[in-house]
């Protein structure tokens, strides 16, 4: 007879005298304030390490003689009261966010921040990588400077995977259900006390989605789950794993996110007047918010405009190929009532979301479509946006489109280690993380005597091989390894001597990054490594996406060179890269290496957590590496021209690499250590962070947002949705004229061209445009001046003709006269493109006519 095996959880009693250590576990501003974690963890380290440091589950499970004693412990109460003092200091600031000298936002504004997935910390498993990782570190920036934020997206069962590797190399992930009731969210409940839940219509029938809160610090995160016994199991599952399943998961992942997350807020009651889409999951936002201005009785196109003049996106991806797309076929099954209900066609739909390239319905190009703001994540990946996305602006040179480009940056609190903090109160000054920007302030780096410098680097770094001797202990004994051999693999990791060079590896493994670079020439990597005085060990870690063969394969290959006796020791490969090691990593390795194929970093942000913690990079001029080396804060391996095949290409710079290895980065750690440390290292690294912590803190990124997105798409929303959205009905009626004369607008030169006038002298331009039906004001008639073989059109002088008077047979002559103030050969060219005073950007409608 079958015995039922009963389950119980017994959970302890918080005594009252720490009953704000349930509040403490309840928001995400743990996952910044490690003083906060900190008493968690003096409560039970072991148990605190168990439950992945997650104050809620730690609490559920703690012994109740601990608490007991806690509660009685005056050493710890005093500790906790501090913390608490901390955090309602921090909660307790009403201050409304405004940038002197920029437009500030209103005191009803709001911005609404949705994205696929949030890294707040290891206890809040929602994220698999640099993208999550961003938007936690954007919501916690948004809560320290106070600016009315909200974020959206969904809360999935299984995060992503957790990995290990066993003797052969090979990845093994592992997916285990979360303990919703372990996390730091609550669901949002009605008046009534019942639980706040949404619908969205999928292929007829109907998925409900249940609403839960996480607040972080003061931001608060709306999460959509699925997982209700109303919905089927096929519904259920919607939600059920990060970028989990096939296509049709994929596609009802987002519709959930884009749709189902807009009427999640408006059944909150929540109004924002700016929507930013942090990558292309969540663009179908855009058509559930056109849905609710239609139902209010405004035409599709009046809607469109309205939504987009408020609406920012944020593209991450530098390839064609990485852009979500979805079929034709698919869209019309999944969107058919949508244009029934909108009166469109499923080709003005689909339109919405094509390419030149592909006549797949494709994600980016509608949040580009349906969105005035845009932008890239540092300056090169701005303009290598532009390029691929040139097509949606079919007339505009790249150079001059819409896309913009905020550079990322790290939220420092997060990622700066605490033992730097004391020394930074004493050389920096009280306050310094309000002045995370001032660049004065951190010239203060500068004063700290290189013997503490030093020993808050060795302290770092003892504490990060700590954490990798017990990594690779624990990973090793699983794969049936002998502890003689561990000993072997760990004699350079010495955490109570930890002087030797030491160079951090850690990221997605996909392809385009290259873990294998190093490896390119073995016989020249042994002889970098073989030199006993001046010992290297790399440290790599990192997961490949489980379909991803060839970043699985990176990991195999390293696994295996790691075991050759000339690297045995001074090449290891953690499993199982998280926030928790990252932290560690980041913080405590002596250089960071990172080495893309260029362009394909859109931005990176982990070196940036290296370096304000005191370590150099050693990168590819790359992504926020491009514009953050100045030569001297670290090493730059210089791109090589894109004309080379790909084997060449990594051979080329894999060089680079070894001699800079071999030339400047060990001879630099290992000079002049007759004081116990080099100084001339001492001083790049002190370099290191004085040039790049004030440049690439969350202060700045959301800063510029603000001053560039946030306040415009703010007051282009007060323009068009005032007086009945009469500025929306203007605009997209004057776009349907323009788009229908467009066609037959045409320049012809009036006076005679010169090609050669004396300094000083006046430049006459006159110009005949048939208007095609359009008024002189629907354009801007324009000189572009250049000098000769100048390529970038962005770099060019601008002069607008002005409407003189109607000519025969309906043209319209402007004109314009120009005194040049330089001398020598000069290009000009006269073109005309759409002008409206409420148009976002002179170009958005991506049309020009040249002479």
């Known amino acids: 007879m079958p015995v039922t095996n009963f389950h119980l959880e017994v959970n302890p009693v918080i005594p009252p005298r720490l009953a704000r250590l349930e509040e403490l576990s309840k928001n995400l501003w743990y996952s910044w304030d490690r003083a906060t974690r900190a008493i968690f963890a003096r409560l039970h380290p072991n148990l605190w390490h168990a439950v992945n440091h997650n104050p809620k589950a730690f609490l559920k499970r703690i012994d109740q003689k601990r608490l ?10 005093g500790t906790m009261d501090r913390v608490l003092a901390a955090y309602d200091s921090y909660h307790n600031v009403a201050d409304n966010f405004e940038l002197p000298g920029k437009p500030p936002l209103n005191q009803d504004d709001l911005i609404a921040y949705f994205c696929a997935e949030f890294g707040f910390h290891e206890s809040l498993p929602i994220y698999s990588g640099g993208l999550g990782i961003l938007a936690g570190d954007h919501c916690k920036g948004a809560s320290d400077m106070r600016l009315p934020f909200v974020a959206v997206g969904l809360l999935y069962s299984q995060g992503y995977f957790q990995q290990t590797i066993d003797r052969e190399g090979r990845q093994h992930p592992h997916y285990s259900d979360t303990d919703f009731d372990d996390l730091p969210i609550i669901p949002v409940l009605r008046k009534d006390g019942s639980e706040m839940r949404i619908s969205v219509d999928m292929l007829g029938r109907t998925v409900w989605a249940k609403i839960w809160s996480a607040k972080a610090g003061n931001t608060m995160l709306y999460l959509l789950d699925t997982a209700l016994p109303e919905n089927s199991v096929a519904d259920r599952n919607i939600t059920h794993r990060l970028y989990g399943g096939e296509r049709t998961t994929r596609i009802e992942q987002e519709i959930l996110l884009g749709i189902g997350g807009v009427r999640a807020l408006r059944e909150l009651n929540i109004r924002p007047t700016v929507w930013h889409i942090n990558e292309g999951h969540a663009a179908f936002l855009t058509l559930e918010r056109i849905r609710g201005l239609f139902d209010q009785g405004l035409s599709f196109d009046c809607a469109l405009e309205a939504v987009a003049a408020n609406t920012v996106f944020t593209t991450h991806t530098p390839v064609p190929a990485g852009h979500d797309h979805f079929s034709e076929d698919m869209i019309r099954r999944y969107f058919g009532e949508f244009c029934t209900a909108t009166g469109i066609t499923p080709d003005t739909l689909l339109a919405m979301g094509r390419t030149p390239e592909s006549p797949e319905f494709n994600m980016t190009a509608l949040a580009l479509r349906s969105s005035r703001f845009h932008n890239g994540v540092s300056r090169i990946h701005g303009q290598v946006s532009s390029s691929i996305l040139a097509g949606l602006w079919p007339q505009i040179d790249a150079t001059e489109n819409p896309m913009e480009y905020v550079t990322n940056a790290v939220h420092v609190p997060s990622f700066l280690a605490t033992d730097w903090h004391e020394t930074f109160d ?4 009280l306050g310094w993380l309000h002045r995370l920007t001032d660049q004065n302030c951190w010239q203060g780096i500068y004063r700290i005597p290189d013997q503490i410098f030093w020993s808050i680097r060795q302290s770092l770094k003892a504490q990060m091989l700590h954490l990798v001797r017990h990594r690779v202990r624990e990973q090793h004994l699983r794969n049936q ?26 990221r997605r493994f996909a392809t385009y990054k290259r873990a294998a670079l190093l490896f390119n020439n073995l016989d020249w990597l042994r002889e970098i490594l073989g030199d006993a005085d001046r010992p290297v060990i790399f440290i790599f870690a990192g997961k490949a996406h489980p379909a991803d063969e060839p970043g699985q394969s990176l990991i195999r290959q390293i696994t295996q060179l790691s ?7 001074r090449v290891l490969l953690l499993e199982d890269y998280d926030l928790h090691l ?3 990593l980041v913080s405590g390795v002596d250089v960071w290496l990172n080495n893309p194929i260029y362009p394909l970093e859109a931005s990176g942000t982990s070196g940036m957590k290296a370096a304000i913690n005191g370590a150099m990079n050693l990168s590819v001029l790359d992504g926020w590496w491009g514009e953050g080396y100045d030569g001297k804060n670290g090493w730059a391996i210089k791109p090589t021209s894109e004309g080379l095949d790909p084997v060449e290409r990594d051979t080329e710079e894999a060089r680079t690499l070894y001699e800079l290895l071999q030339d400047s980065v060990i001879p630099l750690y290992y000079h002049n250590t007759s004081l116990g440390y080099s100084p001339e290292w001492v001083a790049m690294a002190k370099h290191s962070i004085a040039s790049i912590m004030p440049r690439y803190n969350m202060n700045r990124m959301l800063g510029e947002y603000v001053s560039k997105f946030y306040a415009p798409a703010a007051a282009q929303w007060r323009k068009y949705a005032g007086e009945s959205f009469s500025g929306a009905q203007h605009v997209a009626a004057w776009k349907e004229k323009v788009r229908v004369a467009w066609q037959g607008v045409r320049l012809r030169r009036v006076d005679q061209p010169m090609n050669r006038i004396r300094y000083g002298a006046a430049l006459s331009v006159e110009v005949a445009v048939q208007l095609n039906g359009l008024a002189p004001e ?4 324009e000189l572009v001046i250049t000098r000769p073989g100048e390529r970038n059109p962005s770099r060019s002088k601008r002069y607008a003709l002005r409407h003189q008077h109607l000519l025969d047979h309906g043209e319209h002559l402007f004109v314009r006269q120009l005194t040049l103030e330089q001398c020598g050969k ?3 060219r006269i073109r005309a493109f759409p002008h409206h005073d ?3 950007h002179p170009f958005e409608m991506g049309m020009t006519v040249w002479l």
Request: charged share 25%.
């Open 68 to 77: 007991n004693g806690a509660a009685e412990d005056p050493i710890f109460l």
């Open 826 to 828: 000069i290009d000009y």
């Open 838 to 840: 409420l148009l976002t």
């Open 778 to 781: 629907d354009l801007t008639v």
């Open 582 to 584: 990252a932290r560690r």
């Open 563 to 569: 075991r050759r006796p000339e690297f045995e020791g």
């Open 426 to 429: 004493r050389y920096l000054g």
């Open 481 to 506: 390894g002998s502890e003689s051999h561990l000993d072997r693999m760990l004699k350079f990791a010495d955490p109570a001597n930890p002087t030797v060079l030491t160079i951090g590896f850690a």
